[in-house]
């Protein structure tokens, strides 16, 4: 087991660009685990992560890929020779290459195929029966696996054999003869008891099982919430595919997590920060693109009443204030729906009751501020009918914002579109527009 020492990335990256620091430099590495490594070797351009991920012995190479961004570690293949690419893979277990594979070139992937035996091609064959976002394709195949006909001291033996480096293997899991999936048993349950018993008797029944189909996300939260350190995979047979366990579980929970926050800058999660620059320029433009056709719209939406703005030029000194208020108090509720929807907490049963809650929200704080803000634009333009118009404006914009975001997103989960991607853009126009309309639209009834 290596030591846990403080990941000073500032460090381990200026040791990368000094080649007379090389030989320190993987010492440092070598303290780290594979996490560790490979968020220190995204810190570093790609001409120093490839010459340092090439000093790693392989086993710390695979294992640090594995944990890299996709884009990342798809950069580093894109920089080896085929020879080295051969070597990368020639002993790569079934686990590790199916969470490489996508970025492996196809050639090096067969060759990889042709290394293993006919039970780790089973395994593979198995595993990409399964989507890249179903448990099922990244059940861990590092199980302890015990017939239910088997007595307590079988079990017990199989605990013996484990070595200081396994990883959350506090469980058996029970199958029968044809592979079925019985029952998780914990080693803990079989203290003091008969050699004689069987195991059966101790078979703990409240564990619940991951269906190989079941999406990841999911997956991954039952196992965070179950209070196990690993729960079976099982496909629709009943057969046990392997496990998902609580590191490999609470590690897919945080690049969702990751994954939600860069969607809703418009990026993807799995960008390498020291990607190609036209690569990166390609993604950014087209969110670009669409924010552009938006900011078309409330313009358009703004040129409509440009003889309005003409002869009441407060009306455009005060219309940001209109779409900023709508624009918050919609983001307010939007994440408040993106994370319901991620937790499964929004049902057809709860929608309504969400709904008239935060229109009610909305029409508190519209009126609360439009009362604020039409205090303050008279005292600035001594006028009482542009200060009803702004609050009129204030009171529509805020609570259309609230009805938006609720409907939003759970009509772009219904859609199949990932609602922290796209829902803030189309927030932003609604709120824009319609601020934008109401406030003109009023000014020129009342106004002219």
Not at 97 to 120: F, H, K, N, V, W
Not at 137 to 166: C, G, M, P
Not at 355 to 373: D, F, T
């Amino acid at each position: 087991m290596v030591e846990n020492t403080p990941l000073d990335i500032e460090e381990i990256v200026r040791d990368s660009f000094d080649e007379n620091e090389t030989e320190q430099l993987a010492e440092k590495l070598d303290q780290l685990e594979p996490e560790e490594i490979a968020i220190a070797l995204e810190a570093m351009p790609l001409e120093q992560r490839v010459s340092t991920w090439l000093t790693l012995e392989k086993e710390q190479q695979i294992a640090s890929l594995t944990y890299m961004r996709v884009d990342a570690r798809s950069n580093i293949f894109k920089q080896l020779e085929t020879p080295q690419l051969h070597d990368l893979v020639e002993e790569i277990d079934v686990d590790d290459l199916i969470e490489l594979l996508d970025e492996l070139p196809d050639a090096i992937y067969q060759y990889a195929c042709s290394r293993m035996d006919q039970s780790e091609k089973r395994w593979l064959d198995q595993a990409l029966t399964y989507d890249d976002e179903q448990c099922g394709r990244y059940a861990d195949h590092d199980v302890l696996i015990v017939s239910k006909n088997a007595k307590v001291r079988d079990a017990v033996r199989l605990f013996k054999k484990l070595t200081e480096d396994a990883e959350y293997q506090e469980a058996l899991f029970v199958v029968d003869r044809t592979g079925r999936y019985v029952g998780l048993l914990q080693g803990i349950r079989l203290l003091g008891q008969p050699n004689h018993m069987p195991v059966v008797e101790f078979i703990d029944a409240e564990a619940p099982v991951v269906q190989g189909d079941m999406e990841l996300d999911t997956g991954s939260d039952l196992v965070a919430r179950s209070g196990y350190s690993a729960l079976a995979v099982v496909d629709g047979e009943g057969k046990l595919l392997g496990r998902l366990s609580i590191g490999e579980a609470l590690e897919n929970v945080r690049r969702s997590l990751e994954g939600q926050f860069m969607h809703t800058a418009g990026l993807d999660e799995e960008e390498d920060l020291f990607a190609p620059i036209v690569n990166s320029a390609k993604r950014r433009a087209l969110w670009l693109g669409i924010n552009l056709l938006t900011a078309f719209l409330a313009a358009w939406t703004i040129g409509l009443f440009e003889a309005t703005l003409q002869q009441v030029v407060a009306l455009a000194v005060l219309m940001p204030i209109v779409a900023s208020m709508g624009g918050i108090a919609g983001s307010q509720t939007l994440t408040l729906i993106i994370r319901g929807l991620a937790l499964g907490q929004i049902t057809p049963q709860t929608y309504w009751t969400l709904m008239r809650k935060e229109l009610s929200i909305g029409a508190i704080n519209g009126v609360l501020w439009a009362l604020v803000i039409a205090g303050i634009t008279y005292l600035w333009f001594g006028d009482w009918i542009i200060a009803g118009v702004i609050s009129f404006a204030i009171v529509i914009n805020i609570c259309v914002a609230a009805f938006s975001g609720v409907v939003i997103p759970v009509w772009l989960e219904k859609m199949k579109i990932d609602p922290a991607l796209s829902g803030s853009v189309i927030l932003t126009t609604v709120t824009d527009v319609i601020g934008f309309f109401a406030f003109l639209g009023l000014g020129s009834l009342f106004l002219l």
